[in-house]
């Protein structure tokens, strides 16, 4: 039986998809634990603590997930050492650890000048950035409607600086506070036109913004 489970879970290891993780451990900051897995496929997996047993997921786009693990690929699926030695403050400890199967390969550093290394972790930023904005949204959208205007002009700030990732996650609230005249009109106006924005496809020009009034 334990050759035959052995062999079971050898097996799931040199099956698995290549996929790519990130954490980040900072105390005293909000929140003082993130971690979040890539998937090749696009699956994202987005954690505030090692035990959270209902994390936040969505599917990133084809595209930003071939840039991470282009970027991971430049870093030698982080075989080297990425931490700058320089005298500086302590800005959280971050892990970058890149599994294929069998292979697996794992870092830590609390700063890097290495360009990919902090081209990976802006991406990584971007996301717990995002994930935190819409965790705000749900949260105003089910039990706090007068804080549901700040929130979403949060999530607008965000898109506006290019920092919103996977917009489309947001689609089923945005929705939900346009239909509903439980919420103030404002609120309303407001999310169906970012739900708009987020719809249209890119001008050739590049991303059309909300441009909606603060």
Known sequence: MKLVSLLLVLASALSAAPELFYSKYFKGSIPEYVDITVERNGDVTYREAKDDDNPLKFQLDGASVQQMFDLANKLDHFQHPLESGLKIANLGLKTFRFSDGAEQHEIQFNYSQDPSAQALLDRFE???????????????????????????????????????VAPEQFLPLLDRIAKNESYLHIDRE?????????????????????????
């Open 126 to 164: 971007c996301i717990t950035e995002t994930e935190r904005d819409y965790a705000d949204l749900d949260r105003t959208v089910h039990f706090d409607k007068l804080g549901v205007n700040d929130a979403l002009l949060q999530t607008q700030i965000s898109w506006d600086h290019n920092r919103l």
């Open 190 to 214: 407001r999310a169906a036109a970012m739900a708009e924005v987020i719809r249209k496809p890119p001008s050739p020009q590049g991303r059309t913004q909300p441009g909606l009034s603060q």
